[in-house]
C-alpha cells in the first residue's frame, strides 16, 4: 500500500521492459502482480508530475493487465468508457515514455485518441459509449469474416445511462461475440464477496461447465415435457443466490462474477475462459477506486483528479493576490440562497453535482436535490415534467453534456415555454480535457431554438445577477460560464434582475466597435486600450441587444464581435444576421473559436492558439483593418 505519491522516478525494471501488450504477454502469468505493482507506483508518479484523472486508472491496473495478456490487442479491440482510467493502458501501450506530456499542449491526450495510438479503438471523453461501439466492432468483425474479439470495459456509474442499456439489449438481440465488463468500483449494483461467488464464477466461466451446459440442453431437448425450461431456472436461481445476474441474464447476456478485479489469480482465467465463449457476455468485477494509495482509497472523490505535485521550493514563494471564487461556487452560492426565498426551487444534475458546485445545496436542501445519474435526457424532461407542475427547475449541467439531451431541451422543454433555468457549465474550452469537454457550440445550438433566452455573462457577479435574471423569466433560460475563477469581480449580495436583451457599453472610442459575449471582456478591453475603440459587454446572444448594436453600426466603420464560442451560428452570427436584415452597410469582424476541435494544453495556451487572447484579437483587428484599406485603395 503506498501512502505517497514518489517525487523521484522509481525503479521498475519489469516495467521498463514493457513497450508494448506483446512485450507483456511474453512473460509468464506468475509474473503479471510485479508488474501490476510496478505500474500502480510508477502511474503514481507520472500523475504527480503532470496532474489529471488519478483514482478510476490506480482500481484498473490489474484489469489492463489482465485485458492485454489475454487478448491479441489491437487486433482484438478493447473500447474504454469515458476513459478517464486508460493511464494504466497508456504506459502498457507504448507510450510511458512521454507520460510526462500528459494532457499538455503537444503532448498525450487525457482520454483515448484514435489519431494517438492504434491501442486507442475508439476516442471517448463522454460516459455510456463503450457497449455501443464495441458492438458495432463486433458485427463488423462478423460481416468481413475476422475472428477478432472485443471488449467495452464500463463503470457502474457509467451503467445508469439510458444508452448503455440500448446498446446491452442490441447486443443481445444480435448475439454479438462481444465481452462487457463492469467495473463496479462502488457496489452499487451488489455486495456479494468472498470464495462462494468466486467458487460459481469460476465454474460458470469454465470451458468444461459451458460445454455441460451447451450438451445438456440438447440432450434435454429431445425429452418429453419441459426439462429444459426447468434446468434453466435451475440454473437461475442457483445463480440468484450468489450474484445479481438476473437482470443481466434475461437482457440476454451469460453474466459471470462477481469477482475481484485486483486478484490477477481470478481476473486472467476467468477472461481467459470469457474470450472464447459464443454470445454476448457479461463479467462483472469488483475493484476499489484509488486502489494501492492510501488516500485514494479513503477519499475517492477527492482524489478522482489531481493537480501537479511540486517539490517544497528552498525559498518560500512570494505571497500571490488571492483568486476570486470559481464560477461553480458562485452557481453554488446563488442557488442556495435562491433556495431559502423560493420554496418552488428544485436543483437537478446528471451526477456532476460535485463538478456544478451543488454539494452545499444536496445537503440544505437534500429534499430539492435530484442527482438523476448519467442521464442528461431524462434529467431534463425530468424538468419539464416539474415545470408542468409548478416547481422552479434548475438544471445544472456541463455545456458539452447538455448536447446529449438536445431533443429533450427542444421538444420537451422550448416547443412547451416551460420555466426551466439551466446553469451552463464549463462553457467555452475548458484546458487539459481538451474538445470532448469543451463548451464550444452552446452558444450555437441554444440560439437557434425558440423560446430560449440565452445569457453570456462577463464576470462573477454579472453571473450571480443574470442567473437571477434568467430564473425570474418565465421560460426557458440558459446563463452560460466558464470553467475556473473570473477576473474577481465584487459580487454583489443582494439579488436584481437585469434588463432582459440589454447590453452596457464599457468603453468609448473611435472606428472600432468590440462587442464582447462572455468572460473575454477583460481581453477585449486590453485590445481596446491599444486600438481606441468602443467596447461593449453584450451579455444577452438572445434576444440580442439590437438598439445598441444599430448604435454602435452607425457611429463605427468596424463591428468586432468577440465569443468563446464556435464562430459558425454563434453570438457573431445573430450581429451579422441583424445588420444584414436592417441593410446596414458597416465592416464586420466576427472572432471566435475556430472551425476545428482545438486540442487539449492550458486553457491561456489555448486561447491564445485560438487567438481569443488580448494579443490575438488585436492582431485580428490589425489584419481587418489592413485588409479594408487595402480594398478600399484598390482601383476599380
Not at 470495459?153 to 462487457?180: Q, R, S
Not at 434548475?394 to 433555468?421: E, K, M, N, W
Not at 459580487?491 to 432582459?500: G, S
Amino acid at each position: 500500500m503506498f501512502k505517497e505519491i514518489p517525487l523521484q522516478r522509481p525503479k521498475t525494471p519489469l516495467l521498463d521492459s514493457i513497450r508494448s501488450p506483446e512485450d507483456l504477454r511474453a512473460y509468464d502469468e506468475d509474473s503479471l502482480n510485479e508488474v501490476a505493482r510496478q505500474l500502480r507506483e510508477y502511474m503514481l508518479y507520472s500523475v504527480g508530475r503532470t496532474g489529471g484523472h488519478f483514482g478510476a486508472g490506480l482500481g484498473v491496473v490489474e484489469l489492463t493487465l489482465a485485458l492485454h495478456f489475454v487478448y491479441q490487442t489491437p487486433y482484438d479491440r478493447l473500447v474504454w468508457d469515458v476513459g478517464h482510467q486508460c493511464y494504466p493502458h497508456k504506459i502498457i501501450t507504448g507510450r510511458r515514455d512521454q507520460m510526462h506530456t500528459m494532457r499538455m499542449a503537444g503532448g498525450l491526450a487525457g482520454f483515448p485518441k484514435r489519431a494517438e495510438s492504434e491501442y486507442d479503438t475508439f476516442g471517448v471523453g463522454h460516459s455510456s459509449t463503450s457497449i455501443s461501439a464495441a458492438l458495432g466492432m463486433a458485427l463488423a468483425a462478423r460481416q468481413k469474416g475476422e475472428d477478432r474479439r472485443t471488449v467495452a470495459v464500463i463503470g457502474d456509474g457509467a451503467m445508469t445511462a439510458g444508452m448503455a442499456f440500448e446498446a446491452i439489449n442490441h447486443a443481445a438481440h444480435c448475439n454479438a461475440n462481444m465481452l462487457v465488463v463492469l467495473n463496479d468500483n462502488q457496489m452499487s449494483i451488489s455486495k456479494n464477496e468472498g470464495g462462494l461467488n468466486t467458487y460459481f464464477s469460476k465454474i460458470w466461466a469454465s470451458k468444461v461447465y459451458n460445454n455441460i451446459r451447451s450438451g445438456g440442453k440438447e440432450i434435454l431437448a429431445k425429452l418429453p415435457g419441459n426439462p429444459k425450461e426447468l434446468v434453466g431456472r435451475l440454473e437461475e436461481y442457483m445463480k440468484g443466490m450468489v450474484a445479481p445476474a438476473t437482470l443481466f441474464e434475461e437482457l440476454g447476456f451469460n453474466y459471470i462474477g462477481p469477482i475481484d478485479g485486483h486478484d490477477l489469480d481470478v481476473l486472467v482465467p476467468t477472461i481467459r475462459n470469457m474470450r472464447d465463449l459464443e454470445g454476448p457476455q457479461l463479467l462483472h468485477i469488483i475493484t476499489r477506486k484509488g486502489k494501492g494509495f492510501e488516500p485514494a482509497e479513503l477519499d475517492p472523490i477527492g482524489y478522482h483528479a489531481i493537480t501537479k505535485i511540486e517539490p517544497k521550493p528552498a525559498q518560500p514563494k512570494a505571497v500571490s493576490k488571492p483568486k476570486g471564487p470559481k464560477y461553480q461556487k458562485v452557481f453554488g452560492d446563488w442557488l442556495c440562497d435562491l433556495a431559502v426565498q423560493d420554496p418552488l426551487l428544485v436543483g437537478i444534475t446528471p451526477a456532476m453535482g460535485e463538478g456544478s458546485g451543488m454539494v452545499e445545496f444536496s445537503e440544505r436542501f437534500a429534499d430539492r436535490y435530484y442527482d438523476v445519474a448519467i442521464a442528461e435526457q431524462h434529467a431534463l424532461t425530468l424538468a419539464a415534467g416539474m415545470a408542468c407542475d409548478g416547481l422552479k427547475p434548475v438544471v445544472a449541467i456541463y455545456s458539452t453534456f447538455l448536447q446529449r439531451g438536445y431533443d429533450q431541451l427542444i421538444h420537451d422543454i422550448a416547443l412547451q415555454d416551460l420555466d426551466v433555468t439551466f446553469g451552463i457549465d464549463r462553457a467555452g474550452l475548458v484546458g487539459e480535457d481538451g474538445p470532448t469537454h469543451a463548451g464550444a457550440f452552446d452558444l450555437s445550438y441554444l440560439r437557434c431554438i425558440p423560446n430560449m433566452l440565452v445569457i453570456a455573462p462577463s464576470d462573477e457577479n454579472e453571473t450571480r445577477q443574470l442567473l437571477y435574471t434568467g430564473y425570474l423569466h418565465k421560460g426557458p433560460a440558459a446563463i452560460r460560464y466558464p470553467r475556473g475563477t473570473g477576473p474577481g469581480a465584487v459580487i454583489e449580495r443582494d439579488m436584481r434582475a437585469l434588463p432582459i436583451g440589454k447590453g452596457v457599453q464599457k468603453r468609448e472610442g473611435k472606428r472600432i466597435a468590440i462587442l464582447s459575449f462572455g468572460t473575454l471582456l477583460p481581453a477585449a478591453m486590453a485590445a481596446a486600450e491599444r486600438l481606441n475603440a468602443s467596447v461593449a459587454d453584450m451579455r444577452f446572444v438572445k434576444p440580442l441587444d439590437e438598439a445598441l448594436v444599430a448604435e454602435l453600426a452607425d457611429s463605427h466603420a468596424l463591428i468586432v464581435t468577440l465569443e468563446e464560442n464556435a464562430i459558425s451560428g454563434g453570438a457573431g452570427s445573430a450581429v451579422n444576421e441583424f445588420l444584414a436584415r436592417s441593410q446596414r452597410q458597416v465592416a464586420t469582424l466576427n472572432v471566435g473559436l475556430p472551425d476545428v476541435f482545438t486540442d487539449h494544453g492550458s486553457h491561456t495556451e489555448m486561447l491564445s492558439a485560438c487567438g481569443l487572447d488580448a494579443e490575438g484579437i488585436y492582431q485580428s483587428i490589425c489584419a481587418c483593418l489592413n485588409a479594408t484599406e487595402e480594398a478600399l485603395a484598390a482601383p476599380r
